[in-house]
């Protein structure tokens, strides 16, 4: 079974982030792995801390090259970009946190946008779901409008209950980046195909077939409670259903999102018969 275009390139291999924390040579390894699978033209591109590029770049074997994505760890965002020609790397994108909550996240988007465009990089700005966040789209938006490859990224969960946007607020989030034809890709606790309640912590996710159904639903014209509704849903065949049309199309702006397993996203496509070997 080949993979559908509409899941192509759906998982960013985010193996060195919490909660898998991996090693990086384990994590180059399992990527290895991934790129020589069935299920290769699921896998973006292995994601990586600024601080440790230059590390991966020297455990690469003679002529490998690797498709990479950077992700800001604590450090300035100039010193962000000044590593990133190390030899068999090659940087799809470079992703940037722009504000905390409450933070007004315009002027270190404003600076993000300055360097993507200095260095020819393309980027997304972590933009927080908070105050601030409908005018940084539009900043985002009008950047992509003046030529530049930026899109904008979202956190769906985290260490706390009130990290976890409400389908209702992720619908509208949705709809947002929509309204402005901006792309996105999502992160943290995407765990699991379907939305479900984790038994350890209590907290519910997200399903990122639940968000599939989502932007297909908003991209053919569903109003936000329907595309709510969706989110909220915990029942396989229905969502199945709602995006078997679009198989074959391309998805519809959303990215994509950072996963530390692969094999448990892939599995569960499985079991759902999206993909097959």
């Not at 991996?22 to 390894?29: I, K």
């Not at 933070?103 to 988007?109: C, F, I, N, V």
């Not at 930026?150 to 309204?179: D, H, M, N, S, Y």
């Not at 391309?250 to 950072?258: I, K, N, S």
Request: aromatic share 6%.
């Amino acid at each position: 079974m080949s993979t559908p275009p509409l899941l192509l390139q759906l998982l960013d291999d985010a193996a060195v982030f919490p909660p898998g924390s991996a090693t990086l040579p384990d994590a180059l390894e399992s990527h290895r792995e991934y790129r020589a699978s069935w299920y290769a033209d699921l896998v973006g591109p292995l994601l990586v801390p600024a601080s440790q590029v230059k590390t991966l770049s020297g455990m690469l074997r003679p002529d490998e090259t690797i498709t990479v994505g950077v992700i800001a760890d604590g450090i300035a965002l100039g010193d962000l970009f000044r590593p990133l020609t190390p030899r068999g790397l090659v940087v799809r994108q470079v992703e940037a946190p722009v504000a905390r909550r409450g933070e007004d996240p315009q002027p270190t988007l404003r600076r993000l946008i300055e360097l993507l465009q200095r260095y020819a990089l393309s980027g997304f700005a972590e933009v927080p779901l908070a105050w601030g966040l409908l005018g940084a789209l539009d900043t985002i938006a009008e950047a992509r409008q003046s030529g530049l490859d930026i899109a904008a990224k979202f956190r769906t969960g985290g260490l706390a209950a009130e990290l976890f946007p409400t389908p209702q607020e992720l619908a509208a989030v949705i709809r947002a980046c929509f309204e402005r034809k901006l792309p996105f890709k999502l992160t943290a606790g995407l765990h699991s195909a379907i939305r479900h309640s984790d038994p350890e912590t209590g907290f519910t996710h997200h399903g990122f077939i639940n968000i599939l159904a989502a932007v297909c639903l908003t991209n053919d014209g569903a109003e936000t409670g329907e595309v709510a509704s969706v989110l909220a849903s915990t029942q396989p065949l229905t969502l199945i259903e709602a995006i078997r049309p679009f198989r074959n199309d391309p998805r519809p702006l959303w990215q994509g999102f950072g996963t530390c397993s692969i094999a448990e996203p892939v599995a569960d496509m499985q079991q759902l018969g999206l993909v097959g070997p």
